[in-house]
């Protein structure tokens, strides 16, 4: 009766909001009496009439932190009279307009912060805002080189001046980025001012000069850089901004393409030209003056992973570095002889620094102590971080000011790299500790993280993860496989928060050969972006298959499609140690204690199914922590307002052994080795063999990463000896490093030395000594 009484409910809902006329204006996100501005009450059938006019979609939803883009307000309708401005972040407008559709458009805004920023759009000239929506903005890096204006041969623009380097430069774009025939080329610089560390640090982007006024939009310039005129000789970063000639010049956010902030040496006064060498190097003494004043932010960032493949798999605390990635030919600029570098995901709590983390093809971890090419950590963190808007936490800027600038005048325009080492050195990895990891697949089958394995085929909504302390909660929703017929289940969304962060869902959509993700209950849609920062977690999805989210603390949730599955890993950092709680077990290393009961029973037999299925079935979770978004009639009726276990259901426990069944031969083909058996009741129980292929393989999956992620020991880095050299760059355990000594020096102490289990390097220090200095 409860379930029928509130299905009538909603019909009464969407019968009368039309009639009543609520409206969303002001409410957008919010469920009123009678009708809803809830981004569920478009399946649900229950929005107020006006409900697209106000809360309104756009397109593009995304664009770059320098802003220029024009995106369209898809939903709402405007008079051609109307005069539009649209207000970003409650401080700042940008002036937009009507199209001959009677469509609004905004232009984005400079931003000094990445993520979905909030806007209101007004059509009666700023006297009131009543409409809104939510605009991505994106990191330079992140932003996909199609819609930026390329500097072509970039390495030429960035050693202009320098020996050698000299001539036209060239920059290309995309001329539907601009809606103008005629078009100006701006240089624009960036710069932070104030005492670091105070309240009065600040960033700023500031219009500098106009390289060429009335260009045709034909998508090309090229120029003969000059020599800055001295009262912009000090800006040393910058970008270049193509945008319509009808702007006075400088006009802050109108429709432009930009390209990337570079270093400006093409721009530099004449005294770099003269001695470009003897210049950076004077900036780099200045530099690492500086940095002597400056708050050591060494000690509070997190240390490398040992091997390239524990920094791949290590996803909640490391992503790849864009400059240097193995998936796209291992461009590394900055670092010769990587092939892959990450950095640290999350920026250190107190100074906003960050780490990166370069590896050779052997994946070994390369040093600044042995090559230019080394890791380096980062007083600014590249991506930024929240709060953002304000040095050291401005995304991209903040990096270049303190870190790459310094860069290029040590290490590439002159040759005093061991002062910029000397400030950035490489981390190496003897206190990294790798994260734990389990995993839910198949029908569902359950890898946990102290590696019990076990099958739950309850239906209804369970606790996977709970962690009182790190305040991280993971539920997991099942649902028949192939409707009722079949007594197996499935895991079919997952739903998590850490904190107070924002809610984030991962779900299988309709027919389940898809997945969506949904943050606090709106759909989010990676078209544009595979990468977007939301409050106190990140989500990444590079295809529409997978997708990693990412909270704080650096626990990571993956999700991958297989087979209309959602095969779910999650990684939790050495933090989470005796802290977890749930269907994945208690994270402590003991494997005997993973199946106990919400109220800290234990499973008596592991082997025994049905005391399984009791174990699965006490961890259903209550309605008032639910965390899942119920936005159908079938949500509502099976979940919502349904027993959160299905006490109806009752799953077949084990696979059938049947020589007469079809899929018998299959089963035998198909599942071998470890965790067949997960396999085996997928094809025979399932009676799908590509699920049970697919059970198969995320099954080694699994256990691939828990290979890549085992802890490995590292003894430190060895310097070479002065006066003589020293043969070996790997520091892991069973490693050897040799020394010898120059002509006339001779080797004191040991000639190898061995990484051993304990941590510590065999032998004794190494050095080299004239003969005089052995008699002593």
């Known amino acids: 009766m409860e379930r029928l009484s509130a299905v009538l409910f909603l019909l009464l809902v969407s019968c009368t909001c039309s009639i009543l006329a609520q409206s969303c204006e002001g409410f957008c996100g919010k469920k009123l009496g009678l009708c809803s501005c809830h981004p569920t009450c478009t399946s649900l059938k229950t929005c107020c009439t006006d409900y697209k006019e106000f809360c309104v979609d756009i397109l593009p939803y995304s664009g770059l932190v320098l802003g220029g883009t024009d995106f369209m307000l898809l939903t709402a309708s405007f008079n051609q009279s109307a005069s539009i401005v649209c207000r970003f972040n409650n401080n700042t407008n940008t002036l937009g307009y009507v199209d001959g559709n009677n469509r609004g458009h905004c232009i984005s805004p400079l931003l000094f912060e990445t993520g979905w920023v909030p806007f209101q759009v007004s059509s009666d000239n700023g006297a009131t805002f009543n409409r809104e929506g939510s605009w991505l903005s994106v990191h330079t890096g992140k932003f996909d080189a199609k819609f930026k204006a390329t500097l072509v041969n970039s390495t030429k623009w960035q050693y202009y001046g320098t020996p050698n380097v000299g001539g036209p430069l060239e920059m290309t774009w995309n001329t539907s980025l601009v809606s103008a025939e005629e078009v100006n080329i701006e240089l624009w610089g960036y710069r932070e001012t104030g005492e670091p560390y105070t309240d009065s640090w600040q960033g700023e982007w500031t219009y500098l000069y106009t390289l060429a006024k009335d260009q045709p939009n034909n998508g090309s310039f090229s120029f003969v850089p000059k020599p800055a005129e001295k009262e912009f000789s000090s800006w040393e970063l910058g970008a270049l901004r193509i945008s319509s000639s009808k702007h006075p010049d400088g006009t802050r956010n109108v429709q432009a393409a930009w390209t990337e902030d570079h270093a400006l040496a093409w721009h530099l006064e004449e005294k770099f030209r003269e001695n470009s060498a003897a210049w950076a190097l004077d900036k780099c003494l200045a530099w690492d003056k500086l940095e002597n004043e400056l708050p050591n932010f060494l000690s509070e960032i997190i240390d490398c992973p040992c091997t390239l493949a524990q920094a791949r798999a290590d996803t909640g605390r490391f992503h790849t570095d864009y400059g240097c990635d193995i998936e796209k030919g291992s461009v590394c600029t900055y670092h010769p002889g990587s092939v892959h570098c990450v950095r640290a995901i999350q920026a250190s709590p107190k100074y906003g620094a960050g780490q990166q983390c370069c590896y050779d093809s052997t994946g070994a971890q390369i040093l600044t102590g042995d090559s230019i090419g080394g890791s380096t950590p980062d007083r600014g963190h590249d991506w930024g971080s929240p709060p953002f808007k304000r040095p050291p936490r401005v995304p991209g800027q903040s990096h270049w000011v303190y870190d790459v600038l310094s860069y290029y005048y040590c290490c590439l325009w002159a040759d005093n790299c061991p002062d910029y080492f000397k400030h950035r050195p490489s981390s190496d990895c003897r206190t990294y500790q790798a994260p734990s990891t389990a995993v839910v697949f198949g029908d569902p089958h359950f890898v946990t993280f102290d590696g019990v394995s076990y099958s739950f085929n309850g239906k209804g909504e369970y606790t996977l993860v709970s962690s009182v302390k790190k305040r991280l909660t993971i539920q997991g929703r099942t649902e028949p496989v192939n409707g009722t017929f079949i007594k197996a289940t499935k895991l079919s969304s997952i739903a998590m928060q850490e904190a107070n962060s924002d809610v984030i869902e991962v779900r299988l959509v309709s027919g389940h050969n898809g997945i969506e993700v949904l943050q606090n209950q709106k759909t989010l849609s990676f078209s544009e972006q595979t990468w977007m920062d939301l409050h106190g977690v990140y989500v990444f999805s590079p295809i529409p298959a997978n997708v990693t989210v990412i909270f704080s603390s650096g626990a990571a949730v993956e999700v991958r499609l297989r087979e209309g599955t959602m095969t779910t890993t999650v990684l939790l950092p050495h933090d989470f140690f005796n802290s977890t709680v749930g269907l994945l077990g208690q994270m402590n290393g003991d494997p005997a204690d993973d199946l106990a009961l919400s109220n800290g029973v234990l499973v008596q037999d592991p082997n025994n199914p049905e005391e399984l299925f009791s174990f699965g079935a006490g961890w259903a979770v209550f309605n008032r922590s639910a965390l899942f978004t119920?936005?159908?009639?079938?949500?509502?009726?099976?979940?919502?307002?349904?027993?959160?276990?299905?006490?109806?259901?009752?799953?077949?426990?084990?696979?059938?052994?049947?020589?007469?069944?079809?899929?018998?031969?299959?089963?035998?083909?198909?599942?071998?080795?470890?965790?067949?058996?997960?396999?085996?009741?997928?094809?025979?129980?399932?009676?799908?063999?590509?699920?049970?292929?697919?059970?198969?393989?995320?099954?080694?999956?699994?256990?691939?990463?828990?290979?890549?992620?085992?802890?490995?020991?590292?003894?430190?880095?060895?310097?070479?000896?002065?006066?003589?050299?020293?043969?070996?760059?790997?520091?892991?355990?069973?490693?050897?490093?040799?020394?010898?000594?120059?002509?006339?020096?001779?080797?004191?102490?040991?000639?190898?030395?061995?990484?051993?289990?304990?941590?510590?390097?065999?032998?004794?220090?190494?050095?080299?000594?004239?003969?005089?200095?052995?008699?002593?």
């Not at 000594?741 to 304990?758: I, P, V």
């Not at 510590?760 to 220090?765: A, C, H, P, R, T």
């Open 630 to 776: 119920y936005d159908s009639d079938y949500l509502l009726e099976e979940y919502l307002f349904s027993p959160r276990h299905d006490l109806s259901f009752l799953p077949v426990f084990s696979a059938p052994e049947n020589p007469d069944d079809p899929l018998a031969s299959q089963a035998t083909e198909i599942c071998s080795g470890e965790g067949s058996q997960f396999c085996r009741y997928d094809i025979l129980v399932g009676r799908n063999p590509s699920l049970g292929n697919a059970t198969r393989v995320s099954f080694q999956s699994h256990m691939s990463l828990v290979h890549d992620l085992k802890q490995v020991i590292s003894c430190g880095h060895l310097d070479h000896p002065e006066n003589g050299r020293k043969n070996g760059t790997t520091y892991l355990q069973g490693a050897k490093v040799h020394f010898s000594c120059d002509e006339g020096y001779t080797l004191k102490g040991s000639a190898e030395r061995t990484c051993q289990a304990n941590g510590l390097w065999s032998g004794e220090q190494t050095a080299c000594v004239t003969p005089s200095m052995n008699k002593r």
